[in-house]
T-cell receptor
Framework: KQEVTQIPAALSVPEGENLVLNCSFT??????LQWFRQDPGKGLTSLLL?????REQTSGRLNASLDKSSGRSTLYIAASQPGDSATYLC?????????FGAGTQVVVTP | DTGVSQNPRHKITKRGQNVTFRCDPI?????LYWYRQTLGQGPEFLTY????????KSRLLSDRFSAERPKGSFSTLEIQRTEQGDSAMYLC????????????????FGPGTRLTVT
């Protein structure tokens, strides 16, 4: 059974700092890995998807890396802004089903 | 296309009552998924459909839960004889069908239905 761990559980940074969010998973037999953002009481917004054959994916200030063999993915957010405050979830895709970690709650202070 | 929609957004019910939620996926998305999320946790997979066929159900989906996707379009999730432990956010997602190469497409989530059982 896929187990997903996200570290740290919570993170508070001043505006402008770079964010590094870590995700580890136990089963490397994945199709892809998605990173999501969730605002309080809301649904999930997809940020990035990395296919299992890729090492990295970038979108604007976001960059995600994937090391499938070691079961790790990292999400980097450059030059953080207060609007980046949210919970970030990673989810490896095993046979079309996403398995989620508990998320990293991020607060960016002005 | 406005994305995945879910109705109702909030539902409060008394223990023992039946409830039904609806999900309308992005048009032409063959796959539809249901997840459940409790406070402070990530979503947990419940079940998924490819077109009208229900391909997998999690052990979390007890006999009181049933999901349908008639005609491969919208889907409904029904919970019978609700219990307080059913209180959660129920999330629906859709994606295009799996690539023939085995890699999969991005899943797009709806806003969720928050269920409170009193």
């Amino acid at each position: 059974k896929q187990e997903v761990t996200q570290i740290p559980a919570a993170l508070s940074v001043p505006e402008g700092e770079n964010l590094v969010l870590n995700c580890s998973f136990t089963d490397s037999a994945i199709y892809n890995l998605q990173w999501f953002r969730q605002d309080p009481g809301k649904g999930l917004t997809s940020l990035l998807l990395i296919q299992s054959s890729q090492r990295e994916q970038t979108s604007g200030r976001l960059n995600a890396s994937l090391d499938k063999s070691s079961g790790r993915s990292t999400l980097y957010i450059a030059a953080s802004q207060p609007g980046d405050s949210a919970t970030y979830l990673c989810a490896p895709d095993s046979w079309g089903k996403l398995q989620f970690g508990a998320g990293t709650q991020v607060v960016v202070t002005p | 296309d406005t994305g995945v929609s879910q109705n109702p957004r909030h539902k409060i019910t008394k223990r023992g009552q039946n409830v039904t939620f609806r999900c309308d996926p992005i048009s032409e998305h063959n796959r539809l998924y249901w997840y459940r999320q409790t406070l402070g946790q990530g979503p947990e997979f419940l079940t998924y459909f490819q077109n009208e066929a229900q391909l997998e159900k999690s052990r979390l989906l007890s006999d009181r839960f049933s999901a349908e996707r008639p005609k491969g379009s919208f889907s409904t999730l029904e919970i019978q004889r609700t219990e307080q432990g059913d209180s959660a956010m129920y999330l629906c997602a859709s994606s295009p069908r799996v690539r023939t190469s085995g890699s999969t497409y991005e899943q797009y989530f709806g806003p969720g239905t928050r269920l409170t059982v009193t």
